[in-house]
Each structure stands twice: as C-alpha cells, then as structure tokens.
C-alpha cells in the first residue's frame, strides 16, 4: 500500500467524486464529464450526500481522464461524459461499482481500488499527497487536508533559526536537478545582513519532457504557497516570487486564485495570523527562455531584463534579485517543507538514502505502458521504476535506454536499469537526476539521433554570453547533423568528445556546463550505433530518415489497405487483393504505415537506404490462399 | 496607438523591472508587437527603445510580426520527438504550405514550435489556438484541418 492518507475523507461525511482537470485529462475533455456527472447527480437527488468535484492530477495520466470515487478510493479509467449516468447511480445507496469502467491489471482482472494498481502500489506520495484528491480551487478543501498547520505551527511555536535547522536536518537537497542543500541555502539567506531580502519559486520548468512542477501547481498551488511563505519567515523575508512558464497557463491560473484566497483568509499579507510577520507574493511569467531556468537568469528576467545568466561568487544567497540576498528554491521543494515541518525532519530524513533523503518526482514518458507523474523514495531502482510501476515498454518491445535529466541529463543503457536512484549515483553512471523528466525509449528510437535532438535544443536556447556554449554547441550539433544524414567521417566521435569536454570546462552556468551530456553519454554507452551511422551509412534503429526507407515485404503483405489509408502522401501503390508497394521517391518516411501495419503480417520493414530490395511489379496480386479477409 | 497604449501603461509608470510584464501586456492586446508600439513603451518607461528591442530579441514568446486568426503549436518535447513529433510537425508545413513560425497568406493559421507543453503522456501532442491533441500521426493531420474549418463554418 502506498504510505499516503486518504484527504479526501472529509469530516462531512458525503462521498466524493472527483474528476481530475489537470492538462492532461482536460485536454480530453474533462469538464465535460463532471457536468454531466453534476446534472445525474442532482436528477437522482443525490447531491446532499455526494461532492463532485474537479481536481489536480492523480498521475496515471495514460489511463485519462481519471474519475475517482472516495472514500472508497475507486479509480475509474478513460472515462468519457456519456458514462455520467453509470457513475451516478453507481452513488445510489445500492449502487453498484461500475466494472467495465475499472482498471484493468495486466491479468485482464478489474482492479478496484487505485491504491492496489501496481502503478501506485509502489509509490509514496508526498509532494505530490493532495494531487487528484482536493480541488486546487479551494482553499478549504487544502485547509481540510491539514493545510497550512505547519505555517501555523512555525509562526506559533518556532524560531526562525529553529525552522532553518529541522529543514536542514530533513537533509532535503533542491529538487530543481542541481541538489544543493535547501536547508544550508536557507542559513546562508538568513546569515546575510543586507535587507530586504527575497524568496523566489523556480517554476520555470522548461526541460522538454518533465511535467512534475506544472502538475504540481496545477493540483495543489496551496501547498507551494505555504512553503514559501515558510521560508520568508525562516530567512527573513517579506517579499516572494513565483516564477512560471507563460506555457503554463492553467497552473497561473490556479496560483492566481490561490493567491488571492490565502490573502482573503490572512495567510499572506501584513500580520499573518497575528504573528506580526508579513510576507507578499507575486507571480511572474516567464517570457520563453529555457536558460531562465538557471536561478541567476531568472533573477535578470524578473528584474524585465534579458535573462543572461552570471559569473559565480557572489552567490545569489548574498546577492541575487536587485543585488540582495535571495533564496531561491525548486516547486516541489517548497511542497515538502509542509510535511517536513508537520511530520518532522527525523520522519523524513529516515525515508530515501543518507545522502539524498524524501522522494523523487518523475515524469515517466516516452515508450512506457504507464505514461504520467510518479513519486518513489530515493533509492528506487530504475528497473523497479520502469517495469513495476511504468508497466514495461508498449508492445513489449525491448528496453534499450532511459534519458533522464532532459537536456542537461543523459542516457543509461540496460547495464544501468540496477542502478539505484538518487543524485549521486546518477551522476557517476553519467547522467544526472535533472529536476524529474525520465523518457524511456525502446530499439526504434536511435541514440545519435536522440543526442542530435538534445543538442539542437541547448544550442537554440543558449543565450549566447559565453563562447564555449554558444559556439561549442553549435560545432557539435553540426557534427551529429552530418552524422544523421550519412555524412559521418572517421574521427567525428573523437572530435564530439573533445568539443564536450571544452564545453563541460569552458562554459558559464549549468546550460553550458551539462550540454555535452547527452552526447557524451550515449558515446559512452552506445558507441557501436555512432559507429554504424559513419562507417557503413546505417542507422541500426531505422530512425534516421536520410539513412532509413520503408519497404514492404511482397511475401507477407496481405494487401489489407490499413498503410494504403494511412499514407498522408500517397505514397503507398496497390488496391485490394494487389500487393502494396512504397514509392521511394513520394515517401516522406513519416513511418505512418509502418505502425499501422498489423503485428500478424509485420509486412512492412525498415531497411537502410542503400539496401532497398527491387519491390514486384505493379499490380501483382496477392496469391489466393494468403488474401486478406480484411 | 497612443491612446490604445496610455491606459495599459498606466499602471505601470514609474515602476522598476516591469518590461516583461509591460511587453506580454501590448502584446495580449495587439496580438504582436509593432513598432511604433515599443517606441511607445520606450518613452513610458523612460528606457531606450535599444534596450526593449534586447529583450523582444531575447524571449521566444514576443513577435514583431502579426500572425495568424489560429495558432497551431507543435510540441518540440523530448517524449514527442520519440514518438515521431517531427514527422507531425512535417505534416503540418505541408498541409498548410508554411515554415515554422510563418503565417498562411489569408493571415489563418500560424505555425509555431513549443519546447514541451507538458501533455507527454499524450505525445505527440499539439495544440490548436486552446484546444489540445494528443497521440498524432501524420496520417490525422489533413482530417484534423478539415474538421478545424468546417467546425468553424457551423460556428458562423
């Protein structure tokens, strides 16, 4: 069982529906079904003992959208407005659970009870302990999740030294990749005697592939405000910021209304509760810029200057935003300083390894079963991560690498799936935690290209201060360009790892510095495939579409018409009962027919460019014990 | 332009480091940024107009040129790209006859790339002025457009 309450078991004693909007469901329209719900609910008079209502993201964003019922705690998947009627009388006082609606285990059993899928049997929540249980639009479904207890507890009873110290003993190191003791930041922040001084949330989530901090903001903003009102407290601090992607605009929206809630309840705002403490938060939105998310940048950008980030000392502690002692911290940071408070630092510390303590939040994507946000202890090892709880790789292809870390991280092969995860054992196997993305790909998916891709993301978001970084990727992206397009020379491996490792040396902030990453990395692991790619023009996961076309094996088409339809060029020749043929020279190589080509022919293969196979005449027809039914 | 901008600038006279914020503010009620706009901004906020000219440059989320009537955003993301966002996005140019971030010469369509818009458990995924698709092929483009213009057309 996973170790987190049930919240919403509200002392009102109504069941609940609750109907997550976070962007994932709600972009498969999921408000929708919670009108339909509410109108079924109120025509069966049901509304006196049932609450519908919408909230953030319970994580298993594949399954979407997600209907949960509590306090019984049933996960009902995919679940689309025309099923409101079922579900509503489901709520009846001899309802009964909808089956058909339930999750279905890899046994093809219903499971009933979401904490029992495997997906969450192995996680512990806490950052993410409210997601898809309150209404992030309410501060009193927050409040009745104990929210902001721990603010009252630390403007009532404890010094500020005294906070600094139990998040210091938490042992809690930055959740936004770098792992920078939060509690050490904090003491430093406070040490310094210049005022005033500032909070800042780095929500500026910009690694492609990671969704942990929007999800967070988006279903549980509350808890990242007490947080930060915490840590104005525990430095000194009347003033915070919270910076966020202008991408995200239903977190902003969400923030905005929790703002101005906690104001209207004297949470935030002169005199909080009494104390004689104040503190005022603003939101700032990010303009698109990924270095911003380096805190020195950050800090220009929200000063409306370019977001360029700086030479190092002074730190931003002593002198960040407008020059003066900053304290800048990652979402999910602040949204553990709640529970460290509430539960204690022993309590978290004791959770974790000794050097990377609490839990790790992922966005477990790519070519994964269970797509959607995750927490586990850190320690977790990858295999447990991606087969227990990610349910293994679609079609049970073979695992070849996980990414983690986006862009700043790299890529571990299967050698590494033992490997436990925290931030330091990532960083020796060559990768880093990064602030959560994992993106998990299987044999199609070609590491140079995946390099290539990384890199073509850093050089476009450089920001151009420093050479190393601005020129430095610019040379190597280059490189993995003609590497892609078959024009690899001997010695470009080489020159790729001496460019990385001037990069590494050379460059000003964390963009630069970690860039060469992903290439080096998969050189590291994944040589052979650069070496295919240059010596003999191929590439060995059929991903390189300059190296790579699509041929269809006369033998086992079966002439279904299935790639004939999905062809976006026609670019596939046949009709029924005659053989299908690509046309080289109209393929765009989309790949299109070759995932539509059904698993029981497996007709249409990749084949590098050079080698494409003299394909039968037109018009040739199927022979007639092998036609198709379809 | 002086009249459309003196009510939106007001709040802001005076303050320190509101640039950003001043030019997502023009930009939301214009659509872009034009130029006679930022020498307006310019002498507001008493900053060299050089100096916003930097930031504009600088951030990926302001333009200088107008765009289209809908916005087609391609997601860039690392879980789109393995899932064959650029072939998505190949499609997209084809189908509408344009180049990243150009506009269709009826002024229709926009298109643009964003780094993620973190949907990647929906990948590939793009997003048509507010509403968001997920699990693309190239395959569903040419329908997907057809049925963005004729939705419009019941919508008239």
Same mark, same amino acid.
């Given at each position: 069982m996973p170790d987190h309450e049930n919240p919403s078991e509200q002392s009102d004693g109504k069941r609940s529906i609750l109907i997550c909007q976070a962007l994932g469901c709600l972009s498969s329209h999921s408000d929708r079904i919670q009108t339909a719900i509410e109108a079924e609910i109120s025509q069966l008079e049901l509304a006196d003992s049932v609450n519908v209502k919408l909230t953030g993201c319970?994580? /298993?964003?594949?399954?979407?959208?997600i209907v949960l019922i509590e306090p019984e705690g049933t996960f009902y998947a *995919?679940?689309?407005?025309?099923d409101a009627p079922d579900i509503a009388q489901s709520m009846l006082p001899d309802g009964q659970v909808v089956e058909r609606l339930l999750y279905h285990g890899d046994d093809g059993q219903p499971i009933r009870?979401?904490?029992?899928i495997p997906y969450y049997v192995k996680q512990q929540h806490?950052?993410? *302990?409210?997601c898809g249980h &309150?209404?992030?639009?309410?501060?009193d479904d927050y409040i009745a999740v104990s929210g902001y207890e721990a603010l009252k507890k630390v403007l009532a009873d404890m010094a500020p030294e005294q906070v600094v110290e139990e998040v210091t003993k938490s042992g809690i190191r930055g959740r936004?990749?770098? $792992? =920078?003791p939060a509690g050490r930041k904090w003491a430093e922040a406070r040490k310094? %005697?210049?005022?005033?001084k500032y909070v800042i949330c780095n929500?500026?989530?910009?690694?492609?592939?990671?969704f942990m901090d929007r999800s967070t903001l988006e279903s549980d903003p509350h808890t990242v405000i007490e947080g930060m009102i915490i840590a104005g407290y525990a430095i000194g601090s009347d003033t915070g910021y919270i910076y966020v992607r202008a991408e995200y605009p239903l977190a902003i929206k969400r923030l905005k209304i929790a703002l101005k809630q906690a104001e209207g309840r004297g949470?935030?705002?002169?005199n909080i509760l009494g104390s004689g403490f104040s503190f005022t938060l603003q939101i700032r939105e990010g303009a #698109?810029? =990924?270095?911003?998310?380096?805190a020195s940048a950050l800090m220009y950008s929200i000063e409306g200057k370019r977001g360029m980030p700086r030479v190092k000392p002074p730190r931003s502690v002593e002198? $960040? +935003?407008?020059?003066l002692p900053t304290s800048l911290n990652n979402v999910k940071t602040f949204a553990s300083v709640p529970v460290i408070i509430l539960r204690g630092a022993d309590w978290y510390a004791?959770?974790? %390894?000794?050097?990377s303590t609490g839990t790790a939040v992922f966005a477990l994507t790519g070519k994964i079963v269970n797509s959607g946000l995750i927490e586990v202890p850190m320690g977790m090892t990858l295999r447990e991560i991606i087969f227990? &709880?990610?349910?293994? +790789?679609i079609g049970g292809k073979e695992f070849k690498a996980v990414q983690t870390g986006g862009p700043s991280g790299g890529c571990l092969p299967?050698?590494? /799936?033992?490997l436990p995860v925290d931030f330091d054992s990532l960083n020796e196997a060559g990768s880093i935690m990064g602030s959560g993305g994992m993106v998990v790909v299987d044999e199609d998916t070609c590491m140079v290209d995946l390099a290539r891709y990384f890199l073509e993301f850093t050089q476009e978001e450089?920001? #151009?201060? @420093?050479v190393p970084c601005r020129i430095g990727t610019e040379l190597v992206l280059e490189i993995l360009d003609r590497i892609t397009n078959g024009e690899g020379k001997p010695g470009d491996i080489e020159l790729l790892e001496e460019y990385g490792d001037v990069i590494a040396k050379g460059s000003l902030c964390g963009l630069g510095k970690s860039a060469p990453n992903p290439v080096l990395s998969t050189i590291k692991y994944f040589r052979d495939e650069y070496e295919a790619h240059i010596?003999?023009? *191929?590439?060995p996961a059929g991903a390189c579409r300059a190296l790579t076309s699509f041929y269809i094996n006369p033998e086992a088409?079966?002439? @279904?018409m299935l790639c004939f339809e999905s062809c976006p060029v026609e670019a596939v020749d046949g009709w029924l009962r005659t053989i299908h043929i690509v046309l080289q020279e109209k393929c &765009?190589?989309?790949g299109s027919c070759y995932d539509v080509c059904p698993s029981l022919y497996n007709a249409i293969v990749k084949v590098p460019v050079i080698e494409v196979p003299q394909p039968p005449m037109p018009g040739t027809k199927v022979p007639r014990k092998k036609r198709s039914k379809c | 332009m002086e009249n459309q901008l003196t009510n939106l600038l007001a709040p802001y006279?005076?303050?320190? $480091?509101v640039t950003i914020q001043v030019l997502q503010k023009v930009q939301e009620e214009l659509g872009y940024l034009p130029r006679e706009a930022i020498d307006e901004i310019a002498r507001s906020l008493r900053i060299p107009p050089s100096e916003i000219f930097g930031v504009i440059s600088f951030y990926?989320? =302001?333009?200088t040129t107008p765009r289209g009537k809908h916005i087609v955003r391609v997601c860039r993301g690392t879980a789109c790209h393995v899932r064959g966002g650029g072939a998505v996005l190949d499609q997209i140019k084809r189908e509408l006859n344009i180049e990243e971030n150009e506009t269709t010469p009826d002024l229709e369509y926009t298109i643009e790339t964003v780094a993620?818009?973190?949907a990647c458990a929906l990948a590939p995924a793009m997003v048509i002025d507010e509403d968001t698709f997920g699990q693309m092929t190239p395959g569903k483009i040419p329908n997907l457009f057809v049925a963005q213009k004729q939705g419009e057309g019941q919508d008239a």
């Open positions: 319970p994580g /298993l964003c594949q399954e979407g959208p *995919r679940v689309k407005p025309e009870n979401y904490a029992d806490i950052v993410l *302990r409210n &309150i209404n992030p639009e309410e501060i936004g990749g770098a $792992g =920078f310094s %005697t210049k005022e005033p929500a500026d989530e910009g690694d492609p592939g990671a949470l935030l705002g002169d #698109g810029a =990924f270095v911003c998310g380096e002198s $960040g +935003l407008w020059g004791g959770i974790g %390894t000794p050097n227990d &709880i990610g349910g293994g +790789l299967a050698s590494a /799936l033992d450089s920001c #151009g201060k @420093c010596n003999e023009k *191929r590439c088409c079966r002439a @279904c &765009i190589k989309c | 006279m005076g303050q320190k $480091g990926s989320q =302001f333009r993620c818009i973190g």
